[in-house]
């Protein structure tokens, strides 16, 4: 199965790379080809698809006072396991540090960790003329893409000023901006004026996140790109307000994109204020605690997320990989919200999430694939490489079974380094059955083939979505 359509096939694989795609049979009746396979899977009545591409996750990144609790090597190895064979994370530069030490400390942390190949964006938290200067030789390292954030005052946090300096680079160089699009100083006031009022529960998180404040940065971040020529990418998309704003924009012809997440297609605020359990009270809705948060049900979000997915208002689906434990971590918020760490870790069930909206016929089969792996290709200068079955590409492949079932979470049958999964209960039509990546099979069946450093990092190049 391709973006594009579906096909019996056979797939040859010659050391690393993909050599040929052949009729079915065609492979094996050439004695030259014959003599020299030494393996060959039977995929009979199963889908074949170029490996999952996870283009927004952060291994090990310190956020609210702990740090997120995948490394790369859990965070990697619950992707393989989960049909995912590229992620591309994102490096910090925080305020009052050099965008080169962040980049370094990721490298230092990622290489030979790895049981993926990985890449990077760079996020940009601290603009000056030299970070700047930076920013500007980064696409001759491979990275072609940097992240600002309109949230997190204090900690990320980039103002209006700087935001349209970076994206003057982002003009100039064709890195994409990507953006975080929530009105941190407004939002900040509401979560305060809720603690005031004793509202504590994380269940007020996505009240003080209000939509209206997705809207605003949304269009703002727009606007802001506009005026610069930069090239817009909106992360982590949950109010159809701000899916309105991306369409208004690319109708007008303006390169925006974005993503949105598994989380935002299937929870809901209203899931989360009736979370309750034995061990943690109503502090159980703290397992859902991300930005942007999960939206109300009954406003129609989800809906308009899926519609996005098929009108292509929406281009891709990462999962925003940012787990936390509830022991010691999410546990930081007990009494106040605000300091319970942002993020959900979904890395493993992102394939398996998305096929569901094949099952119930959300999207199509082709729409699956390219959502998860070709967009994330072309958008982020690996395609070619990565992202398509083809002679001369990665094989990174993945036999995903549409009889198969998969049941997530209870007594922990996932492998993210979490006590808890948000997942939990949730009952999957589709199982991973193999895959490789590179040539290597990482995941036979049930058995995990893989070893950390066998992941390289990828030097991107510029999106194919700017030409
Ligand atoms: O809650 C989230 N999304 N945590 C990760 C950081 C970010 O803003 O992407
Ligand atoms: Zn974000
Ligand atoms: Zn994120």
Redesign the pocket.
């Known amino acids: 199965v391709s973006a594009t359509g579906r096909a019996a096939a056979d797939v040859l694989v010659d050391g690393e790379t993909i050599r040929a795609v052949l009729e079915p049979g065609a492979a094996l009746l050439g004695t030259d080809v014959a003599a020299s396979v030494d393996r060959v899977i039977d995929a009979t009545g199963r889908y074949v698809i170029p490996g999952g591409i996870d283009a ?1 996750t ?1 291994m090990q ?1 310190p ?1 609210g006072g702990t740090e ?1 609790s995948d490394t790369f090597e859990t965070g990697t190895r619950a992707a393989a396991w989960g049909g995912t064979t590229s992620i591309i994370d ?1 490096a910090v530069q925080t305020y009052g540090h050099r965008i080169e030490d962040g980049l370094a400390a990721w490298h230092e942390k990622a290489a030979g960790n790895c049981a993926i190949d990985y890449g990077f964006h760079q996020i940009v938290g601290d603009v000056n003329e030299a970070s700047l200067a930076t920013l500007r030789r980064l696409p001759d390292e491979g990275i072609t893409s940097f ?1 600002m ?1 309109m ?2 005052p204090g900690v ?1 946090y980039s103002d209006d000023a700087q935001i349209l300096k970076a994206m003057q680079v982002s003009r100039d160089t064709g890195m994409l901006t990507m953006m ?1 699009a929530e009105n941190g100083p407004a939002i900040d006031v509401l979560a305060a004026q809720l603690v005031e009022q004793g509202k504590t529960d994380p269940f007020y998180h996505g009240v003080a996140r209000a939509w209206e404040m997705e809207e605003e940065a949304t269009h703002r971040a727009i606007m802001l790109a506009k005026l610069t020529g930069a090239p817009l990418y909106i ?2 998309v949950s109010a159809k307000q701000a899916v309105e704003q991306l369409a208004w924009a690319r109708d007008k012809g303006q390169n925006v994109y974005g993503e949105t997440c598994p989380q935002y297609l299937y929870l809901s605020l209203e899931e989360q204020l009736g979370a309750s359990s034995e061990q943690w009270g109503h502090f159980e809705g703290a397992k859902w ?5 999960l939206r109300s049900r009954e406003e129609g979000h989800q809906q308009s997320m899926w519609q996005a997915l098929r009108t292509n208002d929406l281009q891709m689906v990462s999962t ?1 990989h ?1 787990p936390f434990c509830m022991k010691d971590q999410k546990e930081l918020g007990l009494s106040d919200f605000r300091r319970i ?4 870790g979904s890395i493993e069930h992102r394939m398996d999430l998305m096929y569901q909206g094949v099952v119930t016929g959300e999207i199509t089969l082709e729409r699956w694939v390219e959502l998860t792996s070709t967009t994330p290709a072309r958008m982020f200068g690996l395609y070619g490489t990565k992202g398509v079955i083809q002679p001369g590409a990665d094989a990174d492949i993945v036999v995903y079974d549409p009889n198969g079932h998969t049941s997530i979470g209870l007594d922990k049958t996932h492998h993210m380094n979490m006590d808890y999964s948000a997942w939990e209960g949730y009952e999957i039509d589709g199982h991973v059955d193999t895959v490789l990546s590179r040539g290597k099979v990482i995941v036979d069946g049930d058995q995990y083939l893989g070893a950390k450093g066998d992941g390289r990092f990828l030097k991107r190049g510029l999106s194919q979505y700017l030409i």
Do not use: R, W
């Open positions: 927004h952060h990144l956020f997120a994102f992240k954030f949230a997190y990320f975080h992360v982590h605690v991300c930005s942007t948060p925003d940012c760490p942002n993020g959900i």
